[in-house]
């Protein structure tokens, strides 16, 4: 029986073991040493239920596909460093990202409709090259630094310098950071 929520008992209720279950146990946080104890003591699992497994310091809910998700600690996304030195075109699997620009020629940076809506690329200028940013295939709306259009490009011009491309709507993306038109 998944967890029942919340009952205000009253005084002289007879407390069955349908109440127990349902409103106490699978709604505690149980405690077991790892996922194999977990397993033999629950079986199949209920969506809600929640578990500390000690020997990963864990906390773990059940959800609707008899799966455990880990909701503590909680998996912060990484920040993987592509580190180019010609002109490039940013690949679905930049998004929240970072394009790292080393290299004393100039490079272009091109960034199609490849991210989410919300997700980003960060552009990081380490050398003396200058990098100029532009829309690639399948953007529609481009900005950034006071002007806009698809034809526009954008340049981070000094060294130490960086730009987010950020997603902020359907095919629309603004260009944000140390940089000009």
């Known amino acids: 029986m998944s967890g029942l929520g919340r009952k205000v008992f009253t005084a002289g209720e007879v407390l069955t073991s349908d109440n127990v279950q349902g409103y106490l146990q699978d709604q505690a946080v149980m405690v077991f040493a790892g996922t194999a104890s977990r397993g033999s003591f629950i079986g199949t699992a209920t969506e809600g239920m929640v578990t500390y497994l000690s020997d990963v310091n864990e906390i773990q809910v059940a959800t609707a596909t008899n799966t455990w998700a880990t909701v503590f600690p909680v998996s912060l996304p990484t920040t993987a460093v592509n580190s180019i030195t010609t002109a490039y075109t940013a690949v679905a699997g930049d998004e929240n990202d970072t394009i790292y620009v080393s290299g004393t020629a100039a490079v272009t940076v091109t960034v199609p409709d490849i991210l989410s809506v919300g997700g980003r690329v960060d552009i990081f200028r380490n050398a003396g090259g200058t990098v100029t940013i532009a829309a ?16 526009v490009t954008f340049k981070i011009d000094q060294t130490y310098n960086a730009a987010t491309v950020l997603k902020v709507a359907a095919n629309t993306y603004r260009v944000v950071g140390k940089i000009t038109a």
């Open 136 to 151: 690639g295939t399948g953007v529609t709306d481009w900005g950034g630094a006071g002007t806009a259009g698809t034809a």
